[in-house]
């Protein structure tokens, strides 16, 4: 799939089959974080890929906007180091890892932002830093109507060399 396919069709996911991911799969999305762009190249943040059924129950527990993620095969904790660029960075890192996931027909969603304190624990990381997502990954178990987003027309968000000017449509 090339990149603006992917782009364009990826939908959240927040149902999985129970189906185990590959691998190599694993390998190329948690690779996709940690070859993305850093400012200053500080890469403030940490990776913790779970696949351990009894840790992601456990996390579906803990993360009250994410109880889907109990039944994922797969999720990836994103622990960041409290420097300025670390949420830009760590977002960044996510997408990538979202991207590479859907290219290879396996959904995601992005869980948290705050509020997974809880959960911090049951992963060990450290009091210096903060938990900032967990991404749960799986097959969907439905078709996913690829690209189906609604969105606001292109020239009310765009805009050409100044804001009062609609980019065309």
């Known amino acids: 799939m090339k990149t ?6 990826m939908l959240a996911v927040r149902t999985y089959a129970d189906r185990t991911i590959p691998a190599d799969a ?5 690779e996709a974080a940690w070859l993305t762009g850093s400012s200053m190249n500080l890469q403030p943040w940490h990776f913790i890929v779970v ?7 456990k ?25 300025l660029y670390a949420v ?7 997408q990538s890892m ?3 996931a859907w290219a290879e027909g396996i959904g995601s969603n992005w869980v948290g932002f705050h509020g997974l304190d809880a959960a911090k624990p049951v992963l060990a990381i450290p009091d210096g830093l903060d938990l900032f997502a967990i991404i749960p990954f799986g097959y969907p178990t ?23 000017q609609p980019y065309p449509g």
């Open 59 to 83: 996390l579906g527990e803990l993360a009250r906007s994410g109880p889907y993620i109990a039944d994922a095969p797969l999720a990836i904790a994103v622990a960041i180091e409290p420097t």
């Open 4 to 9: 603006f396919e992917a782009i364009q069709t």
């Open 142 to 164: 439905q078709t996913v109507g690829k690209g189906n987003k609604q969105r606001k027309p292109l020239p009310s968000i765009a805009h050409r060399e100044r804001f009062d």
């Open 26 to 30: 694993v390998r190329r999305i948690i």
């Open 88 to 94: 830009s960075d760590a977002s960044r890192a996510i």
């Open 98 to 100: 979202m991207l590479t």
């Open 51 to 57: 696949e351990d059924r009894d840790t992601l129950r």
